[in-house]
């Protein structure tokens, strides 16, 4: 590397700190950076009689190896697309809440860029069209009534007598009948990041669905260790809000899982607050405090999956959030929180100019195998592009 030796005069550190903050504008991490310029600049400015590097490129890239700004630990994922799975497993009106936790995850995940299309929402029940509802067609989170979470662009997968153990099930292994449509699938593959919602009443080891029938921990476990070996995920977080929610984590076994629950075995899950224009809690203490976290992280956000964990302590929760990490393989203090709950593609660009494919008739060009299509049109990379 070509290294320029001069000392800094005070219009070269404005020019100097000018160019590489401009580099740095499309930066998520510019923020840090320009803290660490000013610090260099002040640095320079306090030592002139020694001699300095300042050198443009020198000097971004002693900036981007600086501690723990080094954006590239931010960047490990390998992921290529993200989906989610939220799901209600109660029905009945006194489970207002629970329908209005899963569209309040459901409203935050579209909010940081998953679309409908990879987004599969089972509702057990139709809290916006219940008969007691006196805010027809709406669901609120608060009894502010601020937010209306259902919307009038809810995409429901999912709904009613729908919402069973054996299609949760189905869905997540991909065993669906053919004449299923695509907008009820996970259509994921090895490089698809899963964020899995759960929310319902539960005990030591089950999660009840439609006070009929139940998911067992070793079903759900099962299941998580059949999408490993169907190549159906990449990185999955798990997060489940109900009663002994801790015991749904026991039987994981599949590598790179992360789980999250509500409260510890033996503890129960508790609401947050009621409405009293509805007459019913609306929302549980985990979700609350979780959402409260999400609403301020945005799309290009360095929020990580550690800080998540830490948003409902206990006198807060009133129960004990548990997580369970041995199965991942990526320290949760580096890996963000977009990783799961945003669609944030990680793209490599270059200012070198592209040139198009080249259509060529009859032999093969530069080694390629020749196409014997019927016209007798092949094409091929261009020989300045490296061949594999």
């Known amino acids: 590397m070509f290294l320029l030796l001069v000392p800094l005069l005070p219009s070269q550190r404005y ?17 840090i950076y320009q803290a660490k310029v000013e610090e260099y600049i002040f640095y320079a400015t306090m030592n002139l009689r020694d001699v300095f590097v300042v050198n443009v490129c020198s000097i971004f890239c002693l900036l981007l190896s600086y501690g723990d700004c080094n954006n590239s630990e931010f960047f490990q994922s390998n992921h290529t697309n993200n989906w989610a799975v939220i799901v209600d497993t109660s029905r009945f009106w006194f489970n207002y809440r629970h ?24 509702l057990a029940d139709d809290m916006a069209c219940n008969p007691r509802n006196p805010q027809a067609a709406s669901v609120y989170n608060n009894a502010n009534e ?16 729908e919402v069973t153990v054996e299609n949760f099930i189905r869905v997540l292994t991909g065993r669906l009948p053919e004449n299923t449509p695509r907008s009820k699938r996970l259509l994921t ?10 929310t319902g009443h539960g005990g030591d080891g089950f999660l009840k669905f439609q006070d009929t029938e139940e998911l067992s921990s070793d079903e759900l476990g099962d299941a ?27 039987r994981f076994y599949s590598p790179n899982v992360v789980g999250i629950a509500s409260s510890r075995v033996g503890e129960d899950s508790l609401s ?61 203090r580096k890996v963000l929180v977009t990783d799961f709950f945003g669609s ?15 259509k060529h008739h009859g032999s093969a060009v530069d080694g390629q195998i020749k196409d014997e299509s019927a016209d007798n049109i092949s094409y091929s990379y261009l020989s300045q592009f490296p061949s594999f």
């Open 15 to 31: 020019r100097i700190k000018k160019i590489i903050l401009w580099h740095l504008s499309d930066s998520s991490y510019a923020s």
């Open 99 to 122: 329908v209005a936790n899963a569209l309040s995850f459901y409203r935050s995940v579209k909010r940081l860029g998953i679309p409908d299309s990879q987004i599969i929402l089972m």
């Open 146 to 161: 601020e937010i209306d979470v259902y919307g009038d662009d809810v995409e429901v997968d999912y709904r009613g007598y």
């Open 189 to 198: 593959d090895e490089r698809s990041n899963v964020l899995i919602y759960m």
């Open 224 to 250: 998580f260790g059949q999408m490993y070996e169907k190549l159906r995920y990449h990185e999955m977080l798990f997060i489940i809000d109900t009663c002994q929610a801790a015991s749904m984590l026991h």
């Open 272 to 332: 947050h607050h009621i409405d009293p224009a509805i007459g019913v809690y609306v929302i549980d203490r985990y979700t609350y405090y979780a959402l409260e976290f999400l609403e301020r992280v945005k799309s290009q956000g360095t929020e990580t999956l550690a800080q998540f964990f830490a948003v409902c302590p206990r006198e807060k929760c009133k129960s004990t959030v548990t997580t369970r990490t041995d199965l991942f393989q990526r320290d949760p």
């Open 344 to 358: 944030v593609r990680n793209i490599e660009y270059s200012m070198d100019p592209v040139t198009p494919l080249q």
